[in-house]
């Protein structure tokens, strides 16, 4: 892995991260630099206001993505390629992205725009987009060459969404010249070691997996770091600072997807667009839960390990992995072990991760269930945490329920199976009668509390309601 003085390119110009805090986000450290348009709205990668572009690698090439600079440590990008709204156009030579939203009226205050503008233009750049006119030459409609849940994580408070909704689908595909659409034909910059030292504090990239397990070994109040969602948020509401930051996000150990006839294995490296790319629809339940987890601008950065290893239970990732019956490879420096999900948790924000431990990968079962469902409630339809999430997957052969996993979010201090549900569809005939007997087994489920997103009885209440809409949907979708 590469070394050397740390440093980023911001619109193509370098910039040094020498003596840069650990706990200094990229919206503080552009922003340090002048370039103002990026925003802080919420500070926790909830609307959009401070999304930039990174450049990162996409096995053939390269890919333009937006993130939340106000979550990921400006330490992160040492050697890589950053694009500001700035670096798009200017007012004399507006990019397209720009152009579109200025004559469709997509601003007014102005506050959210950079955000919308470089989470649209990432889209622009998409490698496989098509541009209106080469959906209308196919014969689908116009609008289909954009996808608009790229700027889902985008929130506009005056403007309103349809003018900036016709500014996307307007967008036609990048003109010859386009210098960043010619960077996305070039492989990202390769990851490299980062020892970054500011505030007496320490940032570190290190160059494999063995050096990452000696630092957590050797220093046991080490925070760990991949796409920095959660932590960002601690940071900047909580104030959270750590000795030593380590950074586990580019290690290739981390970063795989392999699939044989008894396991897919999914790398904790990967963030979740990662993952949905790579899988690219083999497990059909993370197909259905993938698109409601938070938004685009926060899947292209949170990690499948590191969404786990935060045990929240309130995560629409663990409720899916649940019923998946996914197990955990763990690794440390004295070596690795495989623990399965539902003994992964073992409290409120506890797991069972010991001192210097890693989650390398995750392990998902062969064959899968037949037919399978993710259910998330929530006051938002996107970029919303739930109130209860459950995740079904049924086999159901000549009318009989011969094997249930559902996976609960929401609904108690952790993640969990819902067992005794479990227990009372299977062997049983997938019926009215079945299902509203297990219905009430399912609100009975788990420890549910009143708090600001939902009260206990709510939550108990769409509990049973989840298993009955399976009902109505799985005739479509599992053979009787």
Known sequence: MPTGP?????????????????????????????LTGAKEGCAEGECGACAVMVLTEDGSGSRWTGVNACLVPAAALDGQEVVTVEGLGSPEDLHPVQQEMAVRGGSQCGYCTPGFVCSMAAEYYRP??????????????????????AVAGNLCRCTGYRPIRDAALALGAPTPGDTLAARTGISAPPPRRTRLTGSGREFVRPADLAEALTLLEENPGAVVVAGSTDWGVDVNLRGARAALVVAVDRLPELRHVVEDESTVEIGAGLSL????????????LLDRLLPQFASRLVRNAATIGGNLATASPIGDLAPGLLAL????????????????????????????????????????????????????????????????????????????????????????????????TEAALEGRPWTEETVEAAAEVLRGEGTPIDDLRASAGYRRAMLGSSLRAVLAAAPERVPA
């Open 325 to 420: 019956e996914a197990r955990l490879v763990l690794t440390s420096s004295s070596g690795e072990r495989e623990v399965p999900l539902d003994e992964f948790f073992t409290g409120y924000r506890q797991t069972a991760l010991g001192a210097g431990e890693l989650i390398r990968s995750v392990r998902i079962p062969l064959p899968l269930s037949r037919f399978a469902e993710f259910h998330k409630v929530a006051k938002r339809r996107l970029d919303d945490i739930s109130g209860v999430a459950v995740a079904f997957a049924l086999d159901v052969e000549e009318g009989t329920v011969q094997r249930a996993r559902i996976g609960l979010g929401g609904v108690a201090a952790t993640p969990l199976r819902a067992l005794s």
């Open 6 to 34: 740390a440093s980023v390119l911001v619109n193509g110009v370098p910039r040094s991260l020498e003596g840069t805090d650990p706990a200094t986000t990229t919206l503080d450290f552009v922003r340090s630099l002048g």
């Open 273 to 284: 667009t990662e993952v949905e790319r790579a899988l690219a629809g083999r497990v059909p």
């Open 128 to 149: 496989d987009r098509k541009s209106p006119v080469d959906v209308e030459h196919d014969g689908h409609s116009a609008d289909g060459g954009f996808d608009l849940e």
